[in-house]
């Protein structure tokens, strides 16, 4: 039943169980959910699953940077004007993820261009620190090195996902 509620989570769709294994599928999509030998899970990274990781974390983005950041501006030292301009483009980009994750999954041509979109707003949100350093406080910078890092590793999974 936990495999069942695993793949309801992940919206991987249907789980079989073969030879020991358990294989969760979609439809025409790629299996994402197994269970090896050592019955533990692993999970395989399918565009449709990036999107949604993507989604969510550019959702996550857009409410901390022009929900909670804005409003705390002097701690940050950066602009509120500047953190609701990216808070709306995180936005944008949760949009986009969420579109591909709901009504065309398998297109992995998107997945380069929203890893390029992921490794665009994170230079921006260097360049932002370095133009603004006479203000930017240490929080601000350890935010955003912290947020420009994780988004430069999810477009390499992306890229290298959409490579296949």
């Given at each position: 039943?936990?495999?069942?509620?695993?793949?309801?989570?992940?919206?991987?769709?249907?789980?079989?169980?073969?030879?020991?294994?358990?294989?969760?599928?979609?439809?025409?999509?790629?299996?994402?959910?197994?269970l090896?030998?050592?019955?533990s899970?692993?999970?395989?990274?399918?565009?449709?699953?990036?999107?949604?990781?993507?989604?969510?974390?550019?959702?996550?983005?857009?409410?901390?940077?022009?929900?909670?950041?804005?409003?705390?501006?002097?701690?940050?030292?950066?602009?509120?004007?500047?953190?609701?301009?990216?808070?709306v483009?995180?936005?944008?980009?949760?949009?986009?993820?969420?579109?591909?994750?709901?009504?065309?999954?398998?297109?992995?041509?998107?997945?380069?261009?929203?890893?390029?979109?992921?490794?665009?707003?994170?230079?921006?949100?260097?360049?932002?620190?370095?133009?603004?350093?006479?203000t930017?406080?240490?929080?601000?910078?350890?935010?955003?090195?912290?947020?420009?890092?994780?988004?430069?590793?999810?477009?390499?999974?992306?890229?290298?996902?959409?490579?296949?």
């Amino acid at each position: 039943m936990g495999v069942a509620r695993l793949c309801d989570l992940l919206g991987c769709g249907t789980y079989e169980f073969h030879s020991g294994k358990v294989r969760a599928s979609h439809g025409h999509l790629q299996p994402a959910l197994y269970l090896d030998a050592t019955n533990s899970y692993s999970i395989k990274l399918t565009p449709r699953l990036l999107f949604l990781c993507d989604g969510l974390g550019a959702l996550v983005t857009a409410l901390v940077t022009g929900g909670i950041l804005a409003h705390f501006a002097e701690t940050i030292g950066l602009p509120p004007w500047l953190l609701r301009a990216m808070s709306v483009i995180a936005a944008s980009m949760a949009s986009f993820s969420f579109w591909h994750y709901y009504f065309r999954p398998t297109r992995q041509s998107r997945l380069r261009g929203i890893a390029t979109a992921n490794v665009t707003y994170g230079l921006m949100a260097l360049v932002f620190i370095y133009y603004f350093r006479a203000t930017t406080t240490a929080w601000g910078v350890a935010y955003f090195v912290l947020e420009a890092g994780v988004l430069f590793l999810l477009a390499a999974i992306e890229w290298r996902a959409a490579s296949r």
